[in-house]
């Protein structure tokens, strides 16, 4: 057996008939769906059904994070669009031009993450401009929540659905 032989057994690039990407995805979607804007959603459920110190520590971490990604968008936010647009150009042109299955589960990972990003980008907008706290701050922290959840549910479904197209087109080669 050569080297090449080895690592492409080893390392299996066929990417949707490997368990460790659909856990990878189910992990990412879970992190997402929980980290709202920075925010472990445990604690807005903790500051709606308490009120009181739970409360003012919401709206404490709430205002840093924020002012973390309102500054994040605000210097960086050009290069990172940039960026990003050039990574989501090569990853989409390498996995759905070239057939390179790799950057199609790349791509089907990070792209709807971006989405994420601009929604969460555009909620923190809101809750400065608004100055939301209290039941305000737990209404859009969890309209937020939904928001990503409905992104998740897409992006799981479109991942699957093409996941299986491709497990089904792989030509089985002889032995």
Same mark, same amino acid.
């Given at each position: 057996?050569?080297? #090449?032989?080895?690592?492409?057994?080893?390392?299996?690039?066929?990417?949707?008939?490997?368990?460790?990407?659909?856990?990878?995805?189910?992990?990412?979607?879970?992190?997402?769906?929980?980290?709202?804007?920075?925010?472990?959603?445990?604690?807005?459920?903790?500051?709606?059904?308490?009120?009181?110190?739970?409360?003012?520590?919401?709206?404490?971490?709430?205002?840093?994070?924020?002012?973390?990604?309102?500054?994040?968008?605000?210097?960086?936010? &050009?290069?990172?669009?940039?960026?990003?647009?050039?990574?989501?150009?090569?990853?989409?042109?390498?996995?759905?031009?070239?057939?390179?299955?790799?950057?199609?589960?790349?791509?089907?990972?990070?792209?709807?993450?971006?989405?994420?990003?601009?929604?969460?980008?555009?909620? #923190?907008?809101?809750?400065?401009?608004?100055?939301?706290?209290?039941?305000?701050?737990?209404?859009?922290?969890?309209?937020?929540?939904?928001?990503?959840?409905?992104?998740?549910?897409?992006?799981?479904? $479109?991942?699957?659905?093409? &996941?299986?197209?491709?497990? $089904?087109?792989?030509? $089985?080669?002889?032995?």
């Amino acid at each position: 057996m050569t080297w #090449a032989q080895l690592i492409s057994e080893v390392i299996d690039l066929r990417s949707f008939s490997n368990l460790w990407y659909w856990i990878a995805l189910a992990v990412t979607w879970s992190h997402a769906s929980h980290w709202i804007i920075g925010i472990p959603f445990d604690m807005v459920m903790r500051a709606r059904r308490m009120g009181g110190a739970a409360e003012a520590e919401l709206e404490d971490f709430a205002r840093l994070c924020v002012n973390r990604t309102l500054y994040i968008a605000q210097t960086a936010g &050009g290069s990172l669009l940039a960026v990003g647009s050039a990574a989501y150009t090569c990853l989409g042109l390498l996995g759905f031009y070239y057939g390179i299955e790799i950057a199609q589960a790349v791509f089907l990972i990070l792209f709807p993450l971006s989405l994420v990003a601009l929604l969460s980008t555009r909620t #923190a907008s809101r809750i400065a401009r608004n100055a939301d706290t209290g039941a305000a701050l737990h209404k859009r922290l969890s309209r937020h929540r939904v928001a990503v959840q409905a992104i998740g549910v897409v992006s799981i479904l $479109v991942t699957a659905t093409w &996941g299986m197209i491709q497990n $089904v087109n792989i030509p $089985v080669l002889p032995n």
